[in-house]
């Protein structure tokens, strides 16, 4: 099936590839380039999107202002608007509305979650319905779920994280973390080793790096902390 084939009032549109914008009827100023591109396009309100990549943006019907460029990038959402796809399968599931997703299998499994914002390999691959969540890193925040308003960036930062309102940022900053809550960290390696530990606060390379299941801790410095495992309720400056 050839592009553009059931154009009727739609202007200024190019579309380039087998069933690229093949629905579109009145639509205005899209451009669609790979097979199937922009495929479901079928209202004015999506005016302005731009698609380019095998099956890029694929299901979208009415949503307006968005962007998609790689393969499978944004292939699923039809009304929600907003969202922009660069890299292979970036937002390949979504349904929400005003995510950013910049690198290959960046949120691809999103589906209802919104506002995310994800750079990087994989960063937030595994979100389903959280939302407001930031992601910077190759595999930063790769298994968040459901979870919201995390911020984790920096390599493998918050890696297997899956509890909400966290913040990470530094090389593997609470990378092992899985429920603790209330955790805030900056530094290369800081609270690098936390899981069940909640409400911890470090900041400088490697502060804190040993701490697991510990709570209401304070590290400041370089290595400072360096000690505490499990005990809670300690400052080291």
Do not use: P, W
């Not at 292939?75 to 399968?89: L, Q």
């Not at 994280?161 to 530094?170: F, M, R």
């Amino acid at each position: 099936r050839s592009s553009l084939v059931a154009v009727t009032t739609g202007s200024s549109n190019v579309a380039v590839g087998v069933n690229a914008l093949s629905t579109l009827t009145t639509t205005n100023n899209m451009v669609a380039v790979g097979q199937g591109a922009g495929f479901s396009v079928n209202h004015a309100q999506a005016e302005g999107g731009t698609f380019v990549g095998y099956e890029a943006g694929k299901s979208l019907g009415s949503a307006g202002h968005t962007t998609a460029i790689g393969y499978q990038a944004l292939m699923t959402v039809s009304a929600n608007g907003y969202n922009t796809a660069v890299g292979s399968k970036a937002l390949k599931l979504a349904t929400g509305i005003s995510n950013t997703a910049v690198g290959a299998e960046t949120l691809m499994n999103v589906t209802t979650g919104g506002y995310n914002t994800a750079l990087g390999k994989d960063a937030g691959d595994s979100v389903t319905s959280g939302e407001k969540n930031v992601f910077v890193g190759t595999d930063s925040g790769q298994n968040t779920t459901s979870q919201s308003n995390c911020v984790f960036v920096g390599y493998e930062a918050g890696a297997t994280a899956q509890v909400s309102g966290t913040t990470g940022i530094g090389y593997q900053a609470l990378t092992a973390l899985t429920s603790g809550a209330g955790n805030t960290t900056v530094g290369a390696n800081s609270l690098s080793a936390v899981t069940t530990g909640g409400n911890n606060t470090s900041l400088g390379s490697q502060a804190g790096e040993r701490i697991t299941t510990a709570h209401n801790t304070v590290s400041v410095g370089h290595a400072s902390g360096y000690g505490i495992t499990t005990g809670s309720d300690n400052i080291s400056i």
